[in-house]
Antibody
Framework: QVQLVESGGGLVKPGGSLRLSCAAS????????MSWIRQAPGRELEWISY????????YYADSVKGRFSISRDNTKNSLFLQMSSLRVEDTALYYC???????????????WGQGTLVTVSS | QTAVTQEPSFSVSPGGTVTLTCGLT?????????PAWYQQTPGQAPRTLIH???TRSSGVPDRFSGSILGNRAALTITGAQADDDSVYYC??????????FGGGTRLTVL
């Protein structure tokens, strides 16, 4: 079945860096756009980045542009999020999601992983 | 700065009907925003209910329906059940690769 498993979260100091990974299985990974979405504790969801199936097209939310970098390795069915210059406000559960279909609206996120927690604190 | 607006909270009686809405601060919502709705219960990842305004995701009961009402997107739950007690998020596609979530509506079924 389709599965997304995030890893790499943890505690990091402000200004530090962290790399998140997402292992995908159960579908043809290199056919799908992938996204990262985050949720701060007790807060709403926030879309932060997309990457196209080939990796050639990338979008970021303004809140992370210039600090975060999304990438993928289609040979390893993996999605990544390199986070740098981390701020306290980046503390959140980070979800890996897939576009709901090979073609279709970019705001259709399905399925979702269970998330990996990033805590930015001194 | 454009924002997606949702009612912070709503309550409905079991068996009742409720309509949650989703708007934009800067414009009317249309089908070109491909409104999508997600349900989230505590400690769980969100679950897709509706995408592309009114297309139910696989396995979603037909008591959930999506539409455009006036200048807002809407999620209607007909015959609410106890396990519909959740937070519901709307997300709109704004173009240029940008998707924006609303603040969520806490629906209480009691």
């Amino acid at each position: 079945q389709v599965q997304l498993v995030e890893s790499g979260g943890g505690l990091v100091k402000p200004g530090g860096s962290l790399r998140l990974s997402c292992a995908a299985s159960g579908f043809k990974f290199n056919d799908y756009y992938m996204s990262w979405i985050r949720q701060a504790p007790g807060r709403e969801l926030e879309w932060i980045s997309y990457i196209s199936s080939s990796g050639e097209i990338i979008y970021y939310a303004d809140s992370v542009k210039g600090r975060f970098s999304i990438s993928r390795d289609n040979t390893k069915n993996s999605l990544f999020l390199q986070m740098s210059s981390l701020r306290v406000e980046d503390t959140a559960l980070y979800y890996c999601t897939r576009r709901g279909a090979v073609t279709g609206p970019l705001n259709w996120f399905d399925p979702w992983g269970q998330g990996t927690l990033v805590t930015v604190s001194s | 700065q454009t924002a997606v607006t949702q009612e912070p909270s709503f309550s409905v009686s079991p068996g009742g009907t409720v309509t949650l809405t989703c708007g934009l601060t800067s414009a009317s919502v249309s089908s070109s925003n491909y409104p999508a709705w997600y349900q989230q219960t505590p400690g769980q990842a969100p679950r897709t209910l509706i995408h592309s305004t009114n297309t139910r995701s696989s396995g979603v009961p037909d008591r959930f329906s999506g539409s455009i009402l006036g200048n807002r997107a809407a999620l209607t739950i007909t015959g609410a059940q106890a396990d519909d007690d959740s937070v519901y998020y709307c997300v709109l596609y704004l173009g240029s690769g940008i998707s924006l979530f609303g603040g969520g509506t806490r629906l209480t079924v009691l």
